[in-house]
């Protein structure tokens, strides 16, 4: 089976998130994120991101998409603000598969020349996790802050699309290492095996539910 990843793409539409020298942090999340996915994709991991438009995505719908993806991990992909210098990934206070999964992107993001500030937790005042992305997701999850765009020396980083796309490798570098997978370079080509082509998805779904019965993995692709 191939794993899952659930990218929740932060703030968006109407939510601007951070917004300092030029920058939103609403579409340096998606870039990201949009990096973060296209190299998930291509080592064979299966992806679903909370939004790949400019539109109002709040987090308690990033969390029921999620759940209902049921992914093997979750990242939600932010930029910082408020004067401070470098990344930072928050993760469960139990620990577990989420404090790996932070640990191993932000060695990645350092390999990159961005400086870290370490995996954290943070707790509200009733002990729970402070963000409701890690503490409502089924899933081990991690927020992902990749770097403060109101400090300069961050934002030489990462305004442009090239270090977007390496910030979202890195990232995807670290999602890959906690799932097991090595990372390729140039990953073999696929052969894939079609059985049909149907216009309507439930005769489609039909298929699917057979060839499952007899142990194949099956998905579904749309295509014109
Ligand atoms: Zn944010």
């Known amino acids: 089976m191939a794993k899952k990843v659930f990218i929740g793409v932060g703030h968006g539409g109407s939510d601007a998130g951070a917004v300092a020298n030029g920058l939103k942090e609403k ?19 299966t992806v679903e991101m909370s939004r790949t438009a400019d539109e109002n995505d709040p987090t308690n719908e990033e969390i029921k998409e999620c759940n209902a993806f049921k992914p093997d991990l979750a990242v939600d992909i932010h930029n910082n603000a408020g004067g401070g210098d ?6 469960h206070h139990g620990g577990g598969k989420g404090k790996t999964l932070a ?10 020349g961005q400086n870290s500030r370490g995996a954290k937790t943070r707790k509200n005042a009733a002990g729970k996790d402070y963000y409701a992305f890690i503490r409502e997701t089924n899933a081990p999850a991690v927020i992902v802050e990749c770097a403060f765009i109101d400090n300069l020396t961050d ?15 890195a990232i995807a570098k670290g999602i ?14 696929l052969y894939r095996v079609q059985v049909g082509a149907y216009a309507s998805r439930a005769n489609a779904e039909a298929v699917q539910k057979k060839l499952k019965a007899a142990g194949y993995s099956a998905i579904i692709t749309k295509s014109k």
């Not at 470098?86 to 993760?91: D, I, P, T």
């Not at 640990?103 to 990159?112: D, R, V």
């Not at 699309?161 to 490798?169: F, L, N, T």
């Open 155 to 169: 934002k030489r980083i990462i305004d442009t699309v090239a270090e977007q796309k390496q910030m979202g490798k």
């Open 103 to 112: 640990e191993n992107i932000l060695k990645e993001i350092q390999q990159i």
């Open 176 to 189: 890959l290492k906690t799932l097991g997978i090595s990372y390729k370079e140039e990953p073999a080509e």
């Open 86 to 91: 470098g990344a930072e990934a928050y993760y």
């Open 27 to 45: 579409a340096l999340n998606l870039a990201i994120s949009a990096a973060v996915r296209s190299e998930l994709v291509k080592q064979g991991v």
